[in-house]
């Protein structure tokens, strides 16, 4: 006897850690070229602020944090998570009550 329930399908759902992982990616490849742009095409000068050296922090706080992207997104693919979900659904054409139960492992 084919149930109600077993026509329901589970929801899609995003995987967990791309949206634990905020986009740094982007954010420390940006850092890198602009303080490369500053560092080796810039000639102006401004007084008080030396361009050269401005660029190469830029550029160190963009590989910074590329590789605390690297290590948190490698800490967090590699946690097991186990996550359960109950559902109750009443069949409306004969009234009976089904449960059903799913785990995953991410």
Known sequence: MKHYADN?????RPDDRLEETPMRF?????????????????????????????????MAAGALLLVLSLVQMGASGSANRRVTESRNIQDPHTGESISRKETRDY
């Not at 890198?32 to 602020?49: E, L, M, N, Y």
């Open 8 to 12: 329901v399908r589970p929801r899609p």
């Open 26 to 58: 982007g954010t420390s490849i940006a850092l890198i070229a602009i303080g490369a742009i500053i560092a080796f095409a810039v000639q102006d000068v401004i007084p008080g602020i030396d361009l050269t050296i401005a660029g190469y922090i830029l």
